[in-house]
């Protein structure tokens, strides 16, 4: 299917353990982004990548790891998940018209640590 | 840096009310502005968009006006319905540089009673 999807959906994960989020978009879009939405913060960018192999920080970045050796994917690692990380994370991509046409998002993994 | 500030919520409307939901920026150069519609348990939707000043976008009864003097992009409906229950970002985004990097507000809650 054409689009941007995320995996899984629904996560639950304890704390101390090492968890990854899928990304996965088939328009090859060279720019690619994750957030996370909390409750009294709305969205804040954690990190993003402009093409294969160039990711960068964004706003909250401590504690997760990314990479893009692919350009259709940009898998989101939490390294040793913390219950701060529980949150939704959503997936964005663009095809570098964002100043246009904004983003193009996910559907959201619900991200759950005991 | 880019901000957005939205009125808090949650709104709460009765059906065929009038809704504005406030949004003011902070940003270099001439960003484009946005509205983002997230229904419940879904991702983000691309509600409305404007690029430059005096613009008006405008999508299923909905409409802002990207007004330059008061940094303002305050998102309206003459009659609201049930179904336009959600939480609505708004958002900017300036170009500059390769990044491409979207600024939310926290979101308004909206709530449409029968």
């Known amino acids: 299917d054409a689009g941007i999807t995320q995996s899984p959906r629904y996560k639950i994960t304890e704390t101390g353990r090492q968890v990854t989020l899928m990304c996965h978009q088939t328009?090859?879009?060279?720019?690619m982004f994750w957030y996370r939405q909390d409750l009294g913060h709305g969205l804040r960018l954690i990190y993003y990548?402009?093409?294969?192999?160039?990711?960068d920080k964004g706003e909250v970045p401590d504690g997760y790891v990314v990479s893009r050796s692919k350009t259709e994917n940009f898998p989101l690692t939490l390294e040793s998940a913390t219950r701060s990380q529980t949150s939704v994370y959503f997936c964005a991509s663009s095809d570098g018209t964002a100043v246009s046409y904004g983003y193009t998002f996910g559907s959201g993994t619900r991200l759950t640590v005991v | 840096g880019n901000s957005v500030t939205q009125m808090e919520g949650p709104v709460t409307l009765s059906e065929e009310a009038f809704l504005t939901i406030n949004c003011t920026y902070t940003?270099?150069?001439?960003?484009?502005l946005f509205w983002y519609v997230q229904y419940p348990g879904e991702g983000l939707q691309l509600l409305l968009k404007?690029?430059?000043?005096?613009d008006k976008g405008s999508n299923k009864g909905f409409e802002a006006t990207y007004r330059k003097e008061t940094t303002s992009f305050h998102l309206e409906k003459g009659s609201v319905q049930v179904s336009d229950s959600a939480v609505y970002f708004c958002a900017l985004i300036s170009s500059g540089g390769s990044n491409y990097k979207l600024t939310f507000g926290k979101g308004t809650l909206l709530t449409v009673n029968p």
């Open positions: 328009w090859s879009h060279s720019y």
């Open positions: 940003a270099t150069g001439y960003p484009s």
């Open positions: 990548s402009a093409a294969a192999d160039i990711t």
């Open positions: 404007a690029t430059k000043a005096d």
